[in-house]
């Protein structure tokens, strides 16, 4: 361990989190009384609940008990606020020393750049996720109570769903996800509120409590540039997604569909399509451009430093910005009035080739391995992997051993991210080549 570098410790950790809980998911008093379940489909299950992708092989709900179901929140919770952010807590509830060592994790782990005030962040965003939790819970347990026979099923479904939608899990218990909900533009406002809450990123939430709780008259509060270009982002993604989502399919799924009901089922799409995985309509229903346009949206996922996977928001815009001043003949990068720094852009631009490349080979590798699949439902499957969605065509419960070991693999990357998956490759203590070969031009394009 000591040889490793904080990514591979990182990484280490996670892959000890998905064994822990494929032990624990193994267990007897996890199953309903005669259930049995593989080895690969619990490992499958753990994966999935780690990097909180929500894809199942089989049907949850009736295969876990109670006490499995509990073990599965606590499994949302590990992996959707990090490995080293709630061992940090339970350090912190111990009142032991936080380490220099453990201090480098987490900056690691939360994609910081910085140990200055690491413990405090860190506080402060367990305190608001996990209160962002309770009073989500609390909304939906007392609004499901006419939905279920008892007051304390009621609030179980509203802790459950509500820690799903917050991890952005997305695994379903019910066999139905939101379906009954479809109609329900309340509980549809709070699932896409608490899946911002979880998918903006962290950064964002503590920027935003700052400015609305902690601003001083005299000193005028400014948000970074990463918060800024996250949210707006974020934001056009969720409401442009589900604008375009809403006009494809306004002749064909919406198309006997009334005006509000179009409007915010496809708003709950583009929500739920950046990692969170819960529906309200059937995803097999949908036209093959809006799938494929859902996988674009699966594949750029949620923002750094929150539960979501896929390339990222500040990703995809760096990338889109380098491509529109390359259009410009520019050589810099300016937003919001800053510059972009050129490793950003270039780690950018590694993130999306890399990220293309592993998906695209994913997808030939499923092809050859789930011979009666389609196209479109392999291709949607490997982007909801890749980004820790959860979306499914039907292709999950029907995926051989070899396709359940490639979706694996992709939602753990997926969770870990693309760029500490290839920063893991480094050696600790590589050095930079401080020879420089002649240059020579090539002909591009």
């Known amino acids: 361990m000591g040889r490793m570098s904080p990514i591979q410790l990182i990484i280490t950790y996670y892959f000890f989190a998905v064994t822990i809980s494929t032990i624990l998911l193994s267990l007897p008093f996890t199953k309903k009384p005669g259930f049995h379940i593989s080895f690969i489909d619990t490992l499958f299950t753990a994966a999935s609940s780690v990097s909180v992708t929500g894809l199942a092989t089989f049907d949850i709900g009736h295969s876990y008990s109670t006490a499995g179901i509990w073990v599965l929140i606590i499994i949302f919770q590990l992996g959707g606020l990090g490995v080293m952010m709630l061992s940090t807590f339970f350090y912190l509830i111990l009142r032991r020393r936080i380490g220099l060592k453990q201090r480098q994790l987490i900056m690691t782990d939360t994609n910081q750049y910085t140990m200055s005030g690491m413990v405090r962040m860190l506080r402060e965003i367990l305190i608001l996720i996990i209160g962002i939790e309770v009073i989500g819970a609390v909304i939906l347990g007392l609004y499901f109570i006419p939905f279920y026979p008892t007051f304390g099923e009621a609030m179980f479904q509203g802790i459950y769903n509500s820690v799903s939608l917050v991890t952005n899990a997305g695994v379903d218990i019910t066999g139905a996800s939101l379906t009954p909900f479809v109609n329900d533009y309340f509980v549809q406002v709070i699932s896409i509120l608490l899946i911002v809450a979880g998918g903006i990123g962290f950064p964002v939430l503590l920027e935003t409590r700052r400015f609305l709780f902690e601003r001083n008259a005299l000193i005028p509060f400014r948000f970074s540039l990463f918060v800024k270009v ?94 529109y001043s390359v259009i410009r003949g520019r050589n810099h990068i300016y937003i919001f009035g800053r510059e972009v720094f050129k490793e950003d852009v270039r780690k950018s631009l590694a993130v999306t080739l890399f990220a293309t490349v592993l998906c695209f080979t994913s997808v030939m590798i499923l092809m050859q391995t789930e011979r009666t699949a389609t196209l479109i439902s392999v291709i949607f499957e490997v982007f909801s992997a890749f980004g820790t969605c959860g979306l499914s065509l039907g292709l999950s419960e029907n995926l051989s051993t070899a396709g359940k070991i490639v979706i694996i693999i992709l939602m753990f990357i997926g969770r870990i991210g693309i760029m500490y998956a290839m920063l893991s490759l480094r050696s600790k203590h590589q050095r930079k080549n401080a020879i420089r070969l002649p240059k020579e031009k090539m002909i591009t394009g």
Do not use: C
């Open 230 to 323: 996250t949210t707006v982002t974020y934001v056009v993604l969720l409401i442009g997604g589900g604008l375009l989502i809403w006009g494809m399919e306004f002749n064909h799924f919406f198309k006997h569909s009334s005006l509000s009901e179009g409007f915010f089922n496809s708003m709950f799409l583009s929500a739920t399509s950046r990692s969170a995985g819960l529906q309200t309509i059937d995803s097999r229903a949908l036209s093959i451009p809006t799938l494929l346009f859902v996988s674009f949206l699966m594949f750029i996922g949620a923002s750094p430093s929150s539960v979501g996977g896929g390339i990222r928001t500040t990703t995809f815009a760096i990338t889109i910005l380098f491509l």
